[in-house]
């Protein structure tokens, strides 16, 4: 049984590192994070995130579930009208693009990896006869149910889903704004070969890690909490996991605080 958490004592830890890392004291921000979590070690706020977001401590290899499913449980009310009004998100849209002018589609059986409120699945509904959803927030969830775009929505994290799937499997796979929250890449693309029809397609985006200030590592979380990659990783790990590449296109994934935030739409195919 999980112990209970000093809800007060954590608001305080947290508030407190919030505004000593809006300082810039970086060392006293990281000391107040590591407060947060040793009271809440599942880390439902994303201190680790965070602490690595400084450059310091190490870089976890995903943004821990309970902070993802806490972070889009409480905004999937605004959810869309941010994203799409607000940061100008118009990656399932570019999707569709790329599929139509590549002459990819109509598919039988897609599966959406982190579908949200579902976007990716109103923009590609009349390409696919059988759309999933998977989403770790059950708000989200919620939402994309009341759309009924989906044929079968699922409440999960996305890695575990793709390990203990059973259904048969798909002919395209989305995962749209899900790199951001992941790291190391090798369950995700691994999850996806194995739900994958030979020939199908997987199609997602990240934000990039420039080479220059990568230090040669593969990804790191990027001043806003979210995890960035470098094209060469994801090139690597999709030719290791039996991907072909069909197309890396750089795109601006977002605006954040009104700056462009440059990224890829990855098109590739199953051998």
Known sequence: ?????DEDALAEAYNRALALEKAGDVDAA??????????????????????A?????????????????????????????VLVEQLGYH??????????????GPFKRMLDLGCGTGLTGSALSNLCEDMTGIDISENMVEIAHEKELYDTLFVAEVEDFLEDN???????????????YLGALEPLFFGVAENLNPGGFFIFSSEELPEASANGQPYMVGPHQRF????????????????????????NVR???????PGHLVIARLA
């Open 30 to 51: 990281v000391k107040a994070y590591e407060e947060v979590l040793a009271i809440d070690p599942e880390d439902h706020g994303g201190a680790a995130v965070r602490i």
């Open 53 to 81: 977001s400084m450059g310091r401590g190490e870089t976890p290899s995903k943004a821990p579930d309970a902070y993802v499913e806490t972070l889009f449980d409480q905004h999937a009310e605004v959810f869309e009208d």
């Open 91 to 104: 990656v399932p849209m570019m999707v569709r693009q790329r599929l139509q002018e590549l002459n990819l």
């Open 166 to 180: 059973d259904e048969d499997p798909f002919d395209l796979i989305t995962a749209t704004d899900v790199l951001p």
């Open 255 to 261: 605006m954040q605080e009104g700056n462009p935030s």
């Open 228 to 251: 960035l990659h470098s094209a060469a990783y994801i090139r690597e790990r999709l030719a290791a996991t039996g991907f072909e590449l069909v197309e890396m296109r750089e795109i």
């Open 1 to 5: 049984m999980a112990k209970k958490i």
